[in-house]
């Protein structure tokens, strides 16, 4: 691996890390700061989609009105691709959030794929072969 | 970045490629060998755990009976982490499953943390925000 790769590889992270600061800032300039012009958000559950860089500003800033704060738990980032889990707290109500990033050559955040599992109830067939925590 | 870093970097998913292939294949023996002896596996929605090598086979093999298949859509390692996310089908129904990764210092799977997130309509209030697809 060349140190150029070596660089690329954390970049995605460092990144991450910013977004996620930034949101939690309600920075909107440095958050916008780095998004590509044309970001695409996709939350594949809703299937909700947002295009460009403004939109997807206005998506957050406006969408989520409330006194929530995310707290990062772990990102992987690989080359310019990277995962996050954060730790979603609103009103006392705590939610995990995962969301798949892809950064452009200039190193900004060109696609978001954005998942909140829910709890659910095991099926029952496995009752035996799993403990509960 | 090192040599022996980057040798690491790469590690995880090769790991979680082969995981998956091995699941795929019902090949447990296969399976098995990615593990390490105390691997924990975590559910969080269903807050299902699962301790050891042998316990977690036989929770795949016996806990998933039908006649599904997965594909990989994507992997992101980072040294001795990895996330997955896949496409699970079962009877025609697709399912997204996302897995975070920890290798040991051996490369095996110590542990996974597991989410299946389900589809929900997004509440009213960012109506105008999103589109829909």
Redo the contacts between chains.
């Keep these: 691996?060349s140190?150029a790769d070596?660089a690329v590889?954390g970049l995605g992270?460092a990144v991450v890390a910013e977004y996620w600061a930034a949101a939690e800032a309600r920075d909107w300039a440095a958050f916008g700061a780095l998004l590509a012009d044309d970001v695409v958000?996709?939350?594949?559950?809703?299937?909700?989609?947002?295009?460009g860089r403004e939109?997807y500003i206005?998506?957050n800033a406006?969408?989520?009105?409330g006194d929530w704060h995310v707290t990062v738990q772990?990102i992987?980032?690989?080359d310019r691709?990277?995962?996050s889990?954060i730790q979603y707290t609103e009103d006392g109500i705590s939610q995990?959030g995962?969301c798949?990033f892809d950064l452009d050559e200039d190193g900004r955040i060109a696609r978001i794929?954005d998942?909140?599992?829910?709890?659910?109830?095991?099926p029952a067939?496995?009752a035996n072969?799993?403990?509960?925590?």
């Design positions: 691996m140190d070596a590889s992270g958000y996709e939350a594949p559950q809703p299937r909700e989609r947002v295009s939109s206005r998506f406006e969408g989520f009105p772990r992987i980032s690989q691709a990277a995962a889990m995990t995962l798949f794929t998942f909140w599992p829910d709890p659910y109830e095991p067939n496995r072969l799993a403990s509960r925590y």
